[in-house]
């Protein structure tokens, strides 16, 4: 089967669970800026970290002309709790902005968990928190959301919550996909 694990983010969280991905399943990874469309493709699943609600190169990824046959994983990073609804429904709709409604219908979605490094992030990233913290900060904590303590909590340190086991689930619907094509990626 024709696959291909596509990934985009700033810092390393979705490169890393793109790694992880293809060295269990052998499906070649790269990122949004070196990847081609392959009209023979069956599977393209893309990995993308999450950044004030967009992720980088997915708009740019879809805007493509994707073959009709493939099979569509979207796997989001970021630093909420994937387990919270509040947080899925958030991660949803800024999916929904993101992707043509074609390619919002035909894909599975699947939320993991990244790292940030605040002594690593760009300056203009480190602003961009700075202002969040102090307007969230400022909120009542029982209106804060469950995003706004996530990033409170973090805020300011070193902290990874990338679990490679987390990938269970999407690995075990790549190889249903397999197993319905009748054939291993390559």
């Known amino acids: 089967m024709n696959a291909m694990i596509i990934y985009g983010g700033k810092y390393r969280s979705a ?13 070649p990874c790269c990122p949004y ?16 970290s999450l950044y004030a609600g967009g992720i ?8 493509r002309q994707i073959p009709t046959q493939a099979s569509i994983l ?5 630093l909420s709790d994937p387990k919270e609804p509040e ?14 409604e074609d390619i919002f219908q035909r894909a599975s ?14 300056r203009s990233h480190k602003v961009m ?3 969040m913290y102090r307007q969230l900060r400022k909120k009542p904590v029982e209106q804060r959301s469950a995003e706004d303590r996530a990033f409170l909590e973090t805020y300011g340190k070193q902290i990874s919550f990338i679990d490679p086991k987390s990938l269970e689930p999407l690995i075990a619907h ?7 094509r009748g054939g291993s990626t390559a």
Not at 34 to 48: F, H, R
Not at 74 to 78: C, D, E, L
Not at 109 to 119: C, K
Not at 174 to 180: A, D, F, L, V
């Open 174 to 180: 790549i190889q249903t996909i397999q197993e319905q």
């Open 56 to 63: 980088p190169g997915l708009r740019k990824t879809f805007a």
């Open 74 to 78: 979207i796997a989001t990073v970021g």
């Open 33 to 48: 800026t070196q990847w081609t469309a392959d009209a023979s493709l069956e599977l393209i699943v893309y990995i993308g």
């Open 109 to 122: 979605f699947y939320h993991l968990r990244g790292a940030i490094d605040h002594a690593h992030l760009s």
């Open 15 to 27: 490169r890393c669970y793109a790694e992880i991905l293809s060295e269990q399943t052998g499906i």
């Open 129 to 131: 928190m700075s202002l």
């Open 87 to 100: 947080t899925v429904t958030n991660i949803t709709a800024a999916l929904k902005q993101q992707l043509p």
